[in-house]
C-alpha cells in the first residue's frame, strides 16, 4: 500500500504531496498526525514507513513554533484608546476621573465624524442664520458639534466648567453631573470647509481646577460678570494644561493625544468602532521644507514678515524652495506639519492686529502638543486675559519656528 503524505506549509498556504519513493526531511517544526491523533516523528528521506496505522494514512503538517505563534499573535493585537488610557491610569500618569473625561471627548469626536461623513446627505451643509461671538457666520454643523461636545462632557459628570469657541461665556456644568476639570474646546475647527468636504477637526484641552477660584454652581448654568471672571483666571496659561489633543475629520478620524508624556496617535477602525494606537511617542522632524501660510495677507503683512517669505520661495544654493501648502484648516495643516515638518504660521495683520486663532482653544492646545512632539509653538504660554483672546501663531519644527522669529525680532 502506497502511503501518502501531506505536507501543509503554512507561510504559502500550498499543498504539497511526496511520492510513493520517498519523504521529504521535515522541518524541526514538524511533527506526524495519524487519523488516531498519535503524533509520532515525521520520517527522513531515507527512510519510507510501510507500517498501516488503523488503515489511516500519515499526515505531516508543519506546526508553528511558541516564537512564531508569538509573532503571528502580534499580528493581531490592537490597544484601543480606552484600553491605553487605563494603562495609564494604573500607572498614575492620570487618575481615573480625567480618563473619563478624556472617554466622553472621544466619543463626541465619534459622534461628530459620522455627522460630518453624512453632512450633505442629513442637510448639515451651509449656515445656520446666526453668529457666534467672535462676529462669524456659524456653519450648521458647528452648532451641532457644539451641542454634541457640551453634551459629552457634561454628562461625564468629571467637569465643573466648559468653555466653547461658539458659546459667549464658559457655562458651569450643573451641580448634580459636576466634576473637577475644566475642558475648552473648538468642537468643529476648519467649518468652512464642510461644504466642500475638506478635513475639519475638533481641538480641545483639560485643565485642573483652580481651588482659589472655583465658580459657584446655582440654577443658572451660565455665569454671571463676577464668575466669568472668576473662570478667567481658572483658563490658565498653556504650560499649566494637563492634557491636549484633536481629532481630524478626514480620508481616516484621526485622534491625537498627550498627557505630557508625549504624544499619541489614535486612529477609528470603523470594523470595530474604536480608536485603535497607530504611532507611540510621535517626533516632529527638527527642520522641513514645507509652509503653511495664508498669502492672501500678504499685502496686509509688516515688512519683515514679508521678506521672510521671500525667502523661503528663494531657491537659494540648493535650487529647492519651500514648499506652500495651505488647507485653511488648523487642525489639516498641523497634522500635516506635525508628520512631515516645516512650519504653520497664522500671524497678525493690518485687518486683524492681535491675529485670528483663539488662544485658549486653538494656540495653546496645539503648542502644548506640539513641544511634547519636539517641536516649538509661539503663544502658548501667553495668560488669558478674556475667554476669546486672539493672538498670533507660528507653529512647526524647531529650526523652522526659531527662523520666523529671528526675522520678527
Known amino acids: 500500500m ?16 511526496s511520492s510513493s519513493r520517498s519523504l521529504s526531511r521535515p522541518s524541526p517544526s514538524q511533527l506526524c498526525v495519524f487519523d488516531s491523533k498519535a503524533l509520532v516523528p515525521c520520517p527522513n ?47 498614575g500618569v492620570i487618575d481615573a476621573e480625567l480618563t473619563i473625561v478624556i472617554s466622553s471627548i472621544s466619543m463626541a469626536c465619534k459622534q461628530i465624524a459620522s455627522l460630518v461623513q453624512r453632512a450633505s446627505i442629513s442637510n448639515l451643509t451651509g449656515v445656520q442664520g446666526a453668529v457666534n461671538i467672535q462676529g462669524e457666520d456659524q456653519k450648521k454643523l458647528d452648532v451641532v458639534s457644539n451641542e454634541v461636545f457640551s453634551s459629552c462632557l457634561r454628562s461625564s459628570g468629571r467637569t465643573g466648567i466648559i468653555a466653547s469657541e461658539e458659546e459667549d461665556v464658559p457655562v458651569a456644568v450643573e451641580e448634580s453631573y459636576s466634576g473637577n476639570y475644566i475642558v475648552v474646546f473648538d468642537p468643529l475647527d476648519g467649518s468652512s470647509n464642510i461644504d466642500a468636504a475638506v478635513s475639519t477637526g475638533s481641538i480641545f484641552g483639560i485643565y485642573s481646577p483652580n481651588d482659589e477660584c472655583l465658580a459657584d454652581i446655582g440654577d443658572d448654568s451660565t455665569l454671571d460678570t463676577t464668575e466669568q471672571r472668576c473662570v478667567v483666571n481658572v483658563c490658565q496659561p498653556g504650560s499649566n494644561l494637563l492634557a491636549a489633543g484633536y481629532c481630524m475629520y478626514s480620508s481616516s478620524i484621526i485622534f491625537v493625544l498627550t498627557l505630557g ?53 528663494d531657491p537659494g544654493p540648493s535650487g529647492k524652495p519651500y514648499s506652500a ?15 512631515y ?38 503663544e502658548a504660554l501667553f495668560l488669558t486675559t478674556e475667554i476669546h483672546q486672539r493672538v498670533p501663531l507660528y507653529i512647526g519644527s524647531v529650526e523652522e519656528v526659531e527662523k520666523v522669529e529671528k526675522y520678527l525680532a
Open 2 to 17: 502506497v502511503v501518502q503524505a501531506a505536507a501543509i506549509i503554512t507561510s504559502s498556504s500550498h499543498l504539497l504531496f
Open 45 to 91: 528521506s531515507t527512510h519510507t514507513s510501510k507500517k498501516k496505522h488503523g488503515g489511516g494514512g500519515l499526515k505531516c503538517m508543519a506546526v508553528s513554533t511558541a516564537s512564531e505563534a508569538k509573532t503571528n499573535k502580534s499580528k493581531f493585537e490592537i490597544q484601543t484608546l480606552t484600553g491605553w488610557l487605563l494603562k495609564q491610569e494604573q500607572t
Open 261 to 313: 508624556n508625549g504624544v499619541f496617535v489614535f486612529t477609528l477602525d470603523p470594523m470595530y468602532g474604536e480608536f485603535v494606537l497607530t504611532q507611540e511617542n510621535l517626533q516632529i522632524p527638527r527642520a522641513g521644507k514645507i509652509y503653511a501660510f495664508n498669502e492672501g495677507n500678504y499685502q496686509l503683512w509688516d515688512e519683515k514678515l514679508k521678506k521672510y517669505i521671500d525667502d523661503l520661495k
Open 325 to 339: 501648502r495651505y488647507i485653511g484648516s488648523l487642525v489639516g495643516d498641523f497634522h500635516r506639519t506635525l508628520l
Open 341 to 378: 515638518g516645516g512650519i504653520y504660521g497664522y500671524p497678525r495683520d493690518k485687518k486683524s492686529k492681535n491675529g485670528k486663532l483663539r488662544l485658549l482653544y486653538e494656540c495653546a492646545p496645539m503648542s502644548f502638543i506640539v513641544e511634547q512632539a519636539g517641536g516649538k509653538g509661539t
